[in-house]
Nanobody, 122 residues
Framework: QVQLVESGGGLVQTGGSLRLSCAAS????????MGWFRQAPGKEREFVAA??????YYADSVKGRFTISRDNAKNTRYLQMNSLKPEDTAVYYC?????????????????WGQGTQVTVSS
């Protein structure tokens, strides 16, 4: 059974940092595109970042502040979040796909984690 488990969320002040982790089990996710999405209350789930095929992709809103990375040996992906803002407050989800497609669309992904809450206080 394929499972993605996020961790590392929490409460942080504006300007602070957090590192989210997405641990994959059930299969090796090398060769997959791994994405991070977030969903704030009352809003649609939105793309944050993705990594795959030797490339990384970021939403404009997080470019320069967030960094996505991977550790294939641990089958884990990370999202380093710096200079956090209150508008970054959301539940953050990791996702995985091997189907290809547009990496920024939720419909492109087959596997999802349960989410981890990130709250940035002003």
């Amino acid at each position: 059974q394929v499972q993605l488990v996020e961790s590392g969320g929490g409460l942080v002040q504006t300007g602070g940092s957090l590192r989210l982790s997405c641990a994959a089990s059930g299969r090796t996710f090398s060769g997959y595109v791994m994405g991070w999405f977030r969903q704030a209350p009352g809003k649609e789930r939105e793309f944050v970042a993705a990594i795959g095929g030797g490339s990384t992709y970021y939403a404009d809103s997080v470019k320069g502040r967030f960094t996505i990375s991977r550790d294939n040996a641990k089958n884990t992906r990370y999202l380093q979040m710096n200079s956090l803002k209150p508008e970054d407050t959301a539940v953050y989800y990791c996702a995985a796909t091997k189907r290809g497609g547009t990496y920024s669309k939720t419909s492109s992904y087959d596997y999802w984690g349960q989410g981890t809450q990130v709250t940035v206080s002003s």
